[in-house]
């Protein structure tokens, strides 16, 4: 399958930017702080593979979409628990994905 047939799939699934909502913290006063991150599925010959380009090593793989999209929604939620437990800064969500049409050679 190709990337652009790929993405019609997608699209016609209603997956247009490929957007998971995550829990990323605690706002004030006890509300809880939602953050969008970009998530990447890709379908191999025999699997999905999901990966979150603003949050480097954050990946996931399943036997179907929905099984990598829950996956990913866990490995998101773990990587931010690693980040704030050491410490480090929580990424932004700053990916952003758009449609692209070319001619086919």
Not at 39 to 67: M, N, Q, R, T
Not at 69 to 80: F, M, P, Q, V
Request: glycine share 8%; with cysteine.
């Amino acid at each position: 399958m190709k990337v652009k047939e790929l993405i019609e799939l997608l699209v016609a699934d209603g997956w247009f930017q490929f957007e998971q909502c995550i829990e990323a913290g605690r706002a004030e006063e006890g509300e809880v702080k939602h953050m969008r991150y970009l998530v990447v599925v890709e379908k191999g010959p025999s699997s999905f593979g999901a990966y979150v380009p603003d949050l480097p090593g954050c990946i996931a793989a399943g036997e179907s979409k929905d099984e990598v999209l829950s996956l990913i929604r866990d490995a998101i939620e773990l990587h931010l628990e690693g980040l704030k437990e050491e410490g480090q800064p929580i990424p932004p969500p700053s990916s952003t994905s758009e449609l692209v049409e070319v001619e086919a050679a």
